[in-house]
């Protein structure tokens, strides 16, 4: 079964030895002397196993695999420990850390590893073939909300929509806007059409099939994504047929393959069953005490609901100002890991807004283009790992 390997090991020879005879096997080799190294080329490259000889020098094995299993991009990559050291205790304690064989070097280890790494790539296949399963029957919902105002809900729902859309450009993505009274992301994409949430939501049940939601919504040509717009004024947001968002929500995610949700600041009757049924909630905040203390509030009352903590991802967005908490502040006032930071802008933000651009396209060098390709990566990793388990 031909895939791509990652072997770290301090020792050169001992490293060039085991890649040449797994090159000779057909598979893809990639070498790293150190464990940030590493880490660095695991998570670039995503290779289907990795194979860690404990003997490292800037970080223990433990630490190793305790790093990978904590980030969505490789909690699912199977690791082999291959050791010189025969001693249980050392297995034992590799295993807890996440490794799923610990193999000794012997003169049999070869082939030994030979059978592991067969064993272990078919087994991960399994698990990847049944991950698409289940996207293919049911599209993943992603929750974007936040507690207060001014946060840049919207705008980072769009572009990390965008970005969701290049890491997976075979996948059909739609954004709806669900803020009331007024929609947001209209604004910030340039949509003039002249469908939108309240006249799609006054149609009959009948008339809006999957089929019909996968053709009628437009795919705006530079974010490459297709929306629902929302409300494009107070009065017709009163016009709003509220009774029928859950059910256009359930045939959006039989149309495409990711459905992001701008719920806002909205925790109304209709918004709950969408943030409990959500594959992933999205809790945006800035850096100010008063919402960082409500975002608190709010993530202690989603956990009432049934929402957990490792289907919740929080975005700490810097980019509307320097003043607040830090990031580490900020999290022992929540009491929930902050997956993301978004760094101060200036004005950059607005500017990519004011003109419907993406950010990652109007200033592709940014710091802040990396970071939102990052945060749509980690949230499709954790996203479609939970539907798979």
């Given at each position: 079964?031909?895939?791509?390997?990652?072997?770290?090991?301090?020792?050169?020879?001992?490293?060039?030895?085991?890649?040449?005879?797994?090159?000779?096997?057909?598979?893809?080799?990639?070498q790293?002397?150190?464990?940030?190294?590493?880490?660095?080329?695991?998570?670039?490259?995503?290779?289907?196993?990795?194979?860690?000889?404990?003997?490292?020098?800037?970080?223990?094995?433990?630490?190793l695999?305790?790093?990978?299993?904590?980030?969505?991009?490789t909690?699912?990559?199977?690791?082999i420990a291959?050791?010189?050291?025969?001693?249980?205790?050392?297995?034992?304690?590799?295993?807890?850390?996440?490794?799923?064989?610990?193999?000794?070097?012997?003169?049999q280890?070869?082939?030994?590893?030979?059978?592991?790494?067969?064993?272990?790539?078919?087994?991960?296949?399994?698990?990847?073939?049944?991950v698409?399963v289940?996207?293919?029957?049911?599209?993943?919902?992603?929750?974007?909300?936040?507690?207060?105002?001014?946060?840049?809900?919207?705008?980072?729902?769009?572009?990390?929509?965008?970005?969701?859309?290049?890491?997976?450009?075979?996948?059909?993505?739609?954004?709806?806007?669900?803020?009331?009274?007024?929609?947001?992301?209209a604004?910030?994409?340039?949509?003039?059409g002249?469908?939108?949430?309240?006249?799609?939501?006054?149609?009959?049940?009948?008339?809006?099939?999957?089929?019909?939601?996968?053709?009628?919504?437009?795919?705006?040509?530079?974010?490459?994504?297709?929306?629902?717009?929302?409300?494009?004024?107070?009065?017709?947001?009163?016009?709003?047929?509220?009774?029928?968002?859950?059910?256009?929500v359930s045939?959006?995610?039989?149309?495409?393959?990711?459905v992001?949700?701008d719920?806002?600041?909205?925790?109304?009757?209709?918004?709950?069953?969408?943030?409990e049924?959500?594959?992933?909630?999205?809790?945006?905040?800035?850096?100010?005490?008063?919402?960082?203390?409500?975002?608190?509030?709010?993530?202690?009352?989603?956990?009432?609901?049934?929402?957990?903590?490792?289907?919740?991802?929080?975005?700490?967005?810097?980019?509307?100002?320097?003043?607040?908490?830090?990031?580490?502040?900020?999290?022992?006032?929540?009491?929930?890991?902050?997956?993301?930071?978004?760094?101060?802008?200036?004005?950059?933000?607005?500017?990519?807004?004011?003109?419907?651009?993406?950010?990652?396209?109007?200033?592709?060098?940014?710091?802040?283009?990396?970071?939102?390709?990052?945060?749509?990566?980690?949230?499709?990793?954790?996203?479609?790992?939970?539907?798979?388990?």
């Amino acid at each position: 079964m031909p895939g791509s390997i990652l072997i770290i090991d301090g020792d050169l020879i001992s490293r060039h030895y085991l890649g040449r005879a797994l090159n000779n096997e057909g598979y893809h080799i990639l070498q790293a002397a150190s464990g940030k190294e590493g880490l660095i080329i695991a998570w670039r490259d995503r290779p289907n196993i990795v194979i860690v000889d404990p003997v490292i020098t800037d970080l223990t094995a433990e630490q190793l695999a305790t790093r990978l299993r904590s980030d969505a991009r490789t909690v699912k990559t199977p690791l082999i420990a291959l050791s010189s050291d025969p001693q249980p205790g050392r297995a034992q304690s590799c295993k807890l850390a996440g490794f799923n064989e610990y193999l000794v070097k012997t003169p049999q280890a070869i082939p030994s590893l030979l059978e592991t790494i067969s064993r272990l790539m078919g087994a991960n296949a399994v698990i990847e073939n049944d991950v698409k399963v289940a996207v293919k029957e049911a599209g993943l919902s992603f929750v974007f909300m936040s507690a207060k105002g001014g946060t840049g809900t919207s705008s980072l729902c769009a572009n990390i929509a965008m970005n969701i859309k290049q890491i997976r450009p075979d996948a059909r993505v739609v954004v709806v806007d669900l803020v009331l009274p007024i929609g947001s992301i209209a604004g910030i994409v340039g949509y003039q059409g002249d469908k939108d949430l309240v006249s799609i939501a006054q149609l009959p049940p009948s008339e809006t099939s999957p089929e019909f939601l996968r053709k009628a919504l437009m795919e705006l040509a530079i974010w490459r994504f297709h929306l629902l717009a929302g409300s494009p004024d107070p009065e017709r947001g009163n016009q709003l047929v509220v009774g029928r968002i859950s059910e256009l929500v359930s045939g959006l995610k039989s149309a495409y393959d990711f459905v992001l949700l701008d719920l806002g600041r909205s925790l109304s009757h209709f918004c709950l069953p969408l943030i409990e049924h959500a594959d992933l909630v999205t809790l945006v905040m800035s850096t100010d005490l008063s919402t960082i203390t409500l975002t608190k509030t709010v993530w202690d009352y989603l956990q009432t609901r049934g929402v957990k903590a490792d289907s919740t991802y929080i975005i700490m967005n810097r980019s509307i100002g320097l003043e607040g908490l830090s990031k580490p502040e900020a999290e022992k006032i929540i009491g929930i890991p902050i997956k993301s930071a978004m760094p101060y802008l200036g004005g950059n933000f607005a500017l990519a807004n004011n003109q419907h651009q993406p950010y990652s396209l109007k200033f592709p060098k940014d710091t802040a283009s990396i970071i939102l390709k990052d945060a749509a990566q980690q949230m499709l990793d954790i996203a479609i790992r939970l539907r798979a388990a």
